[in-house]
Each structure stands twice: as structure tokens, then as C-alpha cells.
């Protein structure tokens, strides 16, 4: 089993910058993708961004430029650094991890953060 632990959601106003940080446990495989992924009411969950063991990075378009995120492999923790938040990047964050095992592409999800971007 995996637990992920988030934490770092909040309330910010517009153009504000928060950090969202996931800390992975358990039964990790060295070699895995870890990100963060958003979901909105009345919206699908979609992929924010995404950071593999090897480096590969990913982005949604929309967060080109303003997020970041990094990821300390010793700890298995990822970090999100959101900056120049807009109104349209409140949602709940769920961090996210996946990696095969025994031929099966596992996946695991953090129980979520709120961020709310509001004057």
C-alpha cells in the first residue's frame, strides 16, 4: 500500500503564489511518476502537471509559466509551486502517483487539497 499526504491549499487572492507539497509512503518503487491533478465542481478531474523519477516533466497548458513542480526522490515528495494564481485555479489538488508492478500500472491518490483563488 501507498499513502499520500498533501498539504498547502488555502484561500489566496488573485495574483498570489502558494506551494502544495505530497509526501509519499509505503510501498514505493524507486522508478514512478508523481503529480498533481485538479478538479473543480461541475468539472472533470484534469492533469496539472506531472513529474517523473527520470525528470520528464508535464503541464497543462493553461499553468505554463506560472506552476512548477519539483520533487525530492529521497523523501518521494512532490511540490507544486503555484504563482500569479488566477480565480479559474480554484479546485480541489489531489496529488497522484503511478508506477508499474508485476506488469500493472498502479495507481494511487492523495485524499486532497483545497485552493481557492478569491478577493
Known amino acids: 500500500q501507498v499513502q499520500l499526504v498533501e498539504s498547502g491549499g488555502g484561500l489566496v487572492q488573485p495574483g498570489g503564489s502558494l506551494r502544495l507539497s505530497c509526501a509519499a509512503s509505503?510501498?514505493?518503487?524507486?522508478?514512478?511518476?508523481m503529480g498533481w491533478y485538479r478538479q473543480a465542481p461541475g468539472n472533470q478531474r484534469e492533469l496539472v502537471a506531472t513529474?517523473?523519477?527520470?525528470?520528464?516533466?508535464n503541464y497543462l497548458n493553461s499553468v505554463k509559466g506560472r506552476f512548477t513542480i519539483s520533487r525530492d526522490n529521497a523523501k518521494n515528495t512532490v511540490y507544486l509551486q503555484m504563482n500569479s494564481l488566477e480565480p479559474e485555479d480554484t479546485a480541489v489538488y489531489y496529488c497522484?502517483?503511478?508506477?508499474?508492478?508485476?506488469?500493472?500500472?498502479?495507481?494511487?491518490w492523495g485524499q486532497g487539497t483545497q485552493v481557492t483563488v478569491s478577493s
Open positions: 497522484n502517483t503511478e508506477f508499474m508492478r508485476a506488469g500493472t500500472r498502479v495507481v494511487y
Open positions: 509505503g510501498s514505493v518503487p524507486s522508478i514512478n511518476s
Open positions: 513529474h517523473s523519477t527520470l525528470g520528464n516533466t
